[in-house]
């Protein structure tokens, strides 16, 4: 699980521990993941799967892509299709993925690398692996997130950002035991490249056995914690946690999450998503590829969709031209 690696933890900046008066957050719940197909064909874990969307906002949804290991061939995305009212967050941490847009947005990311698609007004995008990749086969492994937008920005003009994995804020716990990859928001006043509509935070955190990651999270921000790879404990309680599974924590100043021990061989450190955001406390209305409020909305979606009025297909070498709904 390369994502972004540092040699040596200590040259980084630290991330300071709880203070006087400082409250580690308590675990609300914790889920496991069911396994399914996106796209073409890809396996995914679904994260937010039996959670309430009240626990979750400003985030609607988020899968984990693999971690598989595809033979010559295998490799698979997903055909063109549209989506509004909300922001998709690819983040990479094995393997190579490709987007396109009809917005003119565009281009791979391998790893540590995100691709973060502002949908707003309406576009149709489409992700797949370079066809070298499907020649060859390899191992692949992701996340994608969808990210809500309150109702005044869900028309804001497409954009896309290229956010390299160079680009990360990369912090260290204080006794090194822990590097923090910062992707969005602002953590121990370090901030991630990712410009976000909603106020939140994202952090991939990789934590080696025994250690732990006491995280300042801002106080009007939610927080999930979702393991990656690996297993440990979560919260002020220590509840135990382990690969595919996520952890809805409540009020409180600090994220708290230890590694165990032992690990597995070929998970040998904690792997750790942590998200939070302001919640936008907004009906929702959700259907396929559209995020609105009413379901008024969601139907003028599907016709502005069915009427061409969000893009047409660019020519893309060697995409393919279908377009579904979601």
């Known amino acids: 699980m390369p994502a972004v ?26 889920t496991t993941a069911p396994q399914g197909y996106e796209g073409e064909g890809f396996p995914v874990r679904r994260a937010f799967a039996g959670v309430d969307l009240r626990h979750l906002d400003p985030f609607i949804h988020m899968d984990q892509m693999g971690e598989v290991e595809y033979a010559p061939g295998e490799p698979k995305g997903t055909p063109w299709h549209p989506h509004r009212g909300f922001e998709t967050v690819t983040y990479i941490i094995d393997g190579v993925f490709d987007h396109h847009d009809s917005h003119g947005g565009g281009g791979s990311i391998t790893n540590g690398d995100t691709q973060w698609m502002t949908a707003g007004s309406g576009l149709l995008h489409i992700e797949t692996p370079p066809e070298w990749l499907v020649q060859s086969g390899g191992l692949f492994h992701g996340v994608q997130l969808w990210v809500n937008l309150p109702g005044e920005q869900k028309m804001v003009t497409p954009r896309y950002q290229d956010l390299r994995s160079g680009e990360l804020g990369l912090l260290a716990t204080d006794d090194a035991g822990a590097l923090v990859r910062v992707i969005a928001g602002d953590v121990a006043g370090h901030r991630g490249p990712g410009t976000t509509h909603t106020p939140m935070a994202m952090v991939h955190s990789t934590l080696a056995p025994g250690a732990r990651l006491d995280l300042p999270w801002s106080v009007d921000f939610n927080s999930l914690v979702y393991v990656l790879a690996g297993q440990g404990s979560v919260g ?91």
């Open 5 to 30: 690696t540092v040699e040596d933890l200590t040259v980084l900046a630290r991330v300071p521990g709880p203070g006087l008066g400082d409250t580690v957050r308590p675990v609300v719940s914790v």
């Open 236 to 326: 002020v309680e220590g509840r135990p946690i382990r690969a595919g599974q996520l952890a809805v924590l409540g009020a409180g100043d600090f994220v708290t999450v230890s590694a165990a021990e032992r690990q597995e061989s070929r998970s040998p450190n904690l792997e750790v998503l942590v998200l939070g955001g302001r919640p936008i406390r907004e009906p929702v209305a959700w259907a396929g590829p559209f995020v609105m409020n009413t379901k008024a909305e969601v139907m003028q979606a599907y016709e502005d969709f069915q009427k061409g009025r969000m893009g047409q297909i660019p020519a893309v070498h060697g995409a393919p031209t279908e377009v579904v709904e979601g």
